[in-house]
């Protein structure tokens, strides 16, 4: 086969590679290897450039490419480096081809060809530059590809949150109707019980049954206070916050009931934790609320973990079991309201909290691990809150100019 119909069957090759492959780890190697088996090379190494520094990162290596060769390996790179300057492929010695991967004069990587096979002259540079400019436009194709499905994700997401927040919305205005209905009828019957317990004598058994309609009807309206309270979202009134300290009051809560139940509660905390800007009462309200629904279906001898650390640029907080496990729809609905796992619970604690945490900025989520059967993740990201703080501090500012 000459050299031109190799280069035209290398060309034609990649094309159909980019029109069936799925991603880019799909389609690097079938070029790196499709260049290879073309122009008889000894290897072939295809580079993507990212960050703001454009730093290289391998994505595809075929052939016999020379990792042991310190000066080798290293002048290759710098060639492939420097191609992305000339904005052309280069044959740099007889059996080295550098060329960068462009798309709308931008730089998107690199490849290189090499080995002692290689035959300058019998090599087609126009086609080897063909191919390279359409590896270009490819990875500038699934990097478009890949920011229009994390933007429809995303945006299936917000109108998944913006249903939820309209659904709580109108939970809370049903919520609060309901209990102002029921405070009249309630606060009737608590002053009648009142004086008819004060009215009666010690040994009077009217008079005890008053004293105890009286204390249930104290108990129902401070639940009626709660939910109500549970409902309201509202917007956050955020402080600089530790926020290990505020899991560690949780925990404070939680312990007693943990011991007499014969739970094993444990935890761990990373040090040296940023604060950041938070609500302090309506995070402390989501932990509560998540530690507790973890802790109430445990069984004794069933352990409880909670710890908090930094991750990729987030303060996660993890609450994990390791007793019976939920099934896959169960988790799914945890947190859309009124989907309780608990009898007689309303549903709605869940479904607050990750409304709270969304309008911190944040993430909660939930699954299964291999070693705990069921994970929530609480997580808020560090240099979004750096940005909110200072958006804080700025209107602070303003108002005291004003």
């Excluded at 300058?120 to 920011?147: I, K, W």
Aim: charged share 30%; hydrophobic share 40%; glycine share 8%.
């Amino acid at each position: 086969m000459s050299s031109s119909q190799s280069g035209q069957y290398s060309v034609a090759r990649i094309v159909r590679t980019i029109r069936s492959a799925s991603n880019l780890d799909d389609l690097l190697p079938a070029v790196a290897e499709a260049l290879v088996e073309d122009v008889r090379a000894d290897w072939c190494r295809v580079w993507t450039t990212e960050g703001a520094d454009e730093a290289f990162r391998s994505r595809a290596t075929v052939g016999d490419w020379p990792e042991a060769d310190g000066p080798v390996v290293e002048h290759v790179l710098e060639q492939a480096r420097a191609s992305l300057v000339w904005s052309e492929g280069r044959m740099v010695s007889p059996n080295l081809y550098v060329a960068p991967l462009l798309a709308s004069d931008r730089a998107l990587g690199a490849l290189a060809v090499g080995g002692a096979k290689l035959d300058p002259d019998g090599l087609t540079v126009e086609h080897l530059e063909s191919v390279a400019q359409l590896t270009g436009l490819a990875v500038r194709e699934a990097e478009v590809l890949g920011r229009l499905r994390f933007t429809e994700q995303r945006l299936r997401e917000t109108q998944g949150m913006l249903l939820q927040a309209e659904r709580l919305a109108g939970v809370g205005e049903e919520t609060g109707r309901f209990v102002e209905e029921l405070r009249g009828p309630l606060t009737t019957i608590a002053e009648s019980a009142r004086r008819i317990a004060e009215a009666g004598a010690e040994d009077d058994r009217n008079a005890r049954l008053a004293s105890l309609v009286f204390r249930e009807v104290q108990r129902v309206e401070s639940l009626l206070d709660e939910q109500s309270t549970r409902t309201k979202v509202g917007r956050p009134r955020l402080e600089m916050v530790d926020l290990v300290s505020l899991v560690k009051d949780c925990i404070q809560l939680i312990r007693e009931e943990a011991e007499l139940r014969g739970v094993r509660l444990e935890e761990s905390h990373e040090a040296e934790l940023p604060k950041i800007l938070l609500d302090a009462e309506k995070i402390t309200q989501v932990f509560r609320n998540v530690i507790q629904n973890s802790l109430e279906p445990l069984e004794r001898g069933e352990r409880l973990l909670i710890k908090t650390y930094r991750s990729s640029g987030r303060l996660v907080v993890e609450v994990a079991t390791d007793g019976a496990g939920l099934g896959g729809d169960l988790l799914d609905r945890l947190f859309v309201p009124f989907a309780t796992r608990r009898p007689g619970g309303s549903g709605l604690g869940l479904a607050v909290a990750r409304q709270i945490v969304v309008d911190h900025g944040g993430e909660i989520d939930v699954k299964s691990g291999d070693s705990w059967s069921v994970v929530f993740s609480i997580r808020f990201p560090i240099a979004e809150n750096r940005d909110r703080r200072r958006a804080n501090d700025r209107r602070r500012k303003d108002r005291r100019a004003a």
